[in-house]
């Protein structure tokens, strides 16, 4: 569960409910990839993996889109408050960009460090937070280690030449990370939440098989942050659902403007480069994300 919502049940695998309904676009999504791979199509080529990176920022921009909303509802802020919320949220998206400015190799290490968090997040069925976060680091490790050329490539492009030891930091713990996430499908499994598992399964095995863009891209896009806005609208109980797109297409448009203004490799023909500067954004989106949430949950825990 991405935020604190009471549901007066035990959490399970990212939401309060039991049986945890797969997204309707995933199996399409990767059956439509599995048959695009099967006939021959180059899912490697430039315009597959530009693509795939446009989908990953395009699918991860609604993460912080309504963090400042969710937290003044959750804690019954007011506009004074809030404010203050904005200004905090502000500051740590920009000291993540002036990590990647100055120390690339920390801010790198910085942001996979909160992905594995961000991601274990969908595993709440291990009580454990450590657990969880290995449950998490599992979307890293697995294509580090099917794809070691490609991930280093991609991380030199992101940090520099010296960015390769965070690769083979995440080979070292993937048989743990691959241990720990086959204990919490198999404790999801017991709990009723089969197609969950069939679902987090098939995203494990697209990242070993497929160019690490696509799958990150089906499992990060097609299940990961549908069920991560299941959690904001349980949130926002009293937002309709106009009211809902409307202020995320707004907020994401103003992300994208700014982001197109300072991040010119977004455009370009590279998709190598596509894909850095958007994990690179993503990145000064997930800091602020996470710590506000985690803030809001202990806030709520301890009250």
């Not at 676009?25 to 791979?37: D, E, S, T």
């Not at 030891?165 to 080979?171: E, G, N």
Request: net charge neutral.
């Amino acid at each position: 569960m991405i935020y604190p919502v009471d549901s007066g049940k035990k959490p399970g695998t990212g939401t309060p409910v039991v049986g945890v309904p797969v997204p309707r676009l995933f199996w399409p999504a990767a059956i439509g990839i599995a048959l695009a791979a099967s006939f021959g199509t180059k899912l490697d080529a430039n315009l597959m993996l530009a693509a795939a990176a446009a989908g990953m920022l395009l699918t991860g921009l609604p993460h912080g889109a309504y963090d400042i909303a969710v937290t003044s509802s959750l804690l019954r802020l007011r506009l004074s408050e809030g404010a203050i919320f904005l200004v905090a949220y502000l500051f740590v998206a920009a000291a993540m960009v002036m990590l990647w400015l100055g120390f690339p190799i920390t801010a790198l290490s910085i942001f996979l460090a909160f992905s594995a968090v961000h991601f274990g997040d969908d595993w709440r069925m291990l009580e454990s937070g450590l657990l969880r976060t290995l449950a998490g680091a599992a979307v890293l490790c697995v294509p580090a280690f099917a794809h070691p050329e490609a991930v280093t490539s991609l991380f030199v492009t992101m940090a520099g030449p010296e960015a390769d030891w965070v690769r083979r930091a995440f080979i070292t713990i993937t048989p743990v990370a691959i241990l720990v996430s086959a204990v919490g499908m198999w404790i999801a499994w017991e709990d009723g939440n089969g197609a969950w598992v069939r679902a987090q399964l098939a995203s494990l095995i697209g990242l070993a098989l497929l160019p690490p863009q696509i799958g990150f891209l089906l499992y990060f896009g097609f299940l990961h942050s549908p069920l991560h806005m299941r959690d904001v609208v349980a949130a926002l109980p009293s937002w309709s659902g106009t009211r809902l797109w409307l202020y995320g297409t707004l907020i994401c448009a103003g992300c994208l403007i700014v982001m197109a203004s300072f991040a010119p490799g977004l455009v370009s023909e590279q998709a190598e480069v596509m894909s850095a500067e958007a994990f690179r954004l993503l990145s000064v989106l997930a800091a602020p994300h996470l710590v506000l949430t985690l803030f809001t949950r202990r806030y709520i825990a301890h009250r």
